[in-house]
């Protein structure tokens, strides 16, 4: 049971990392063989389901659940509804200058998000940060204890340009692996920026793929202001929904409860609350407070569901992966797709 279960991982490893990987063994064994390679594996697709109004449906059963894989019908071979499963989170943190309208409110927001998906009491959970601005940096590699974390985020500064693919391709191709990764624990990216990228050498279809092979899910807390238009926030949304993630917009409802701002003319300007004030503080710092419960809330109440592809095609790079819940009025959130093939 154990050497089979090993296997498994390997094989997986193997299949979804941006090249072969070998599980590290322990310091007083020797290395062993490299890790077991081949061209069909076990597929594994988190799956998120909500209602009308956007609310977790966290109650069904493997019955309920249909996957197709190139529009065939797949047999299940594993599932579960766990909640807090274990994770590794990398926190990808946008340090430009266009952060810096409100850089208190983005640094509290990636705290929250550390102190919530790596609690530092398993380590099971596990999480590293990156930064990117003119460059993508590793500024803490991966580990379980989030104080270090929590420490060098409150030391950034914004500045300079932003990296954004860069910062992506090194999340899934520069860091320390933990062991059982991809499988057990799943792979989670968390955005905290407003998806405009003027540095990278890479471009978003690299990075895109590159977090499709490495079973990336990618989420995104937008940095975009109230009454500010971004053509780049469209490649943050392609990011995450092709990987079976979702964007939030901490900062597009904060003015949502506040009547009567547009009769109401100032010499300041038309502001429904006065910058500067508690008020406007306090706003702002609630939409980033309820964007992490939301991001927090998804990756802790997700459905895992795995499967042996039944027929595989040599000639097709990509496959389309579709999930399909039989219950009227839900939304379903997975991963459209996948390489079944390491990095060439």
């Not at 094989?11 to 490299?34: H, M």
């Not at 995104?220 to 079976?244: H, M, P, Q, Y």
Request: hydrophobic content about 40%.
């Amino acid at each position: 049971m154990h050497l089979r279960f090993a296997l498994s991982l390997l094989i997986a490893i193997s299949l979804f990392g941006q090249s072969p990987a070998t599980v590290a063994p322990p310091n007083n064994q020797p290395p062993g063989p490299p890790p077991i390679q081949v061209q069909v594996n076990e597929v594994i697709v988190p799956v998120t389901v909500t209602d009308d109004k956007g609310r977790f449906v966290s109650d069904l059963d493997q019955k309920d659940f249909t996957v197709f894989e190139e529009g065939k019908q797949q047999e299940i071979q594993f599932f579960t509804r766990e909640r807090s499963q274990p994770v590794v989170a990398g926190v990808l943190l946008d340090l430009s200058n266009a952060s810096r309208l409100h850089w208190k409110n983005y640094q509290d927001a990636a705290v929250e998000l550390v102190q919530n998906l790596v609690p530092g009491d398993n380590p099971k959970f596990s999480g590293y940060l990156i930064g990117y601005s003119n460059t993508a940096d590793l500024l803490l590699d991966t580990g379980s204890d989030p104080e270090p974390m929590v420490q060098k985020i409150q030391k950034l500064r914004p500045s300079g340009g932003a990296a954004l693919y860069d910062a992506i391709y090194m999340a899934c191709t520069n860091r320390k692996l933990i062991q059982g990764e991809p499988i057990e624990p799943r792979r989670v990216l968390v955005v905290v920026g407003d998806g405009h990228d003027n540095a990278s050498k890479k471009t978003l279809e690299e990075a895109l793929e590159i977090a499709q092979r490495n079973l990336v899910t990618i989420y995104g807390i937008s940095t975009v202001a109230f009454g500010f238009a971004n053509d780049s926030n469209k490649n943050l949304v392609r990011l995450a929904e092709e990987t079976g993630g979702r964007v939030v917009y901490p900062l597009e409802g904060v003015f949502n409860d506040v009547a009567g701002y547009i009769s109401t003319p100032s010499d300041e300007g038309n502001y429904p609350l006065k910058v500067g004030t508690g008020q406007y503080a306090a706003e702002i710092a609630n939409g980033m407070y309820h964007s992490v419960e939301a991001v927090v809330g998804e990756v802790t109440t997700q459905y895992i569901i795995r499967y042996i592809p039944n027929s595989t095609d040599a000639r097709k790079q990509f496959r389309d992966i579709q999930v399909k819940v039989s219950l009227a009025n839900v939304k379903v959130r997975a991963r459209k797709g996948y390489y079944p093939f390491a990095v060439p």
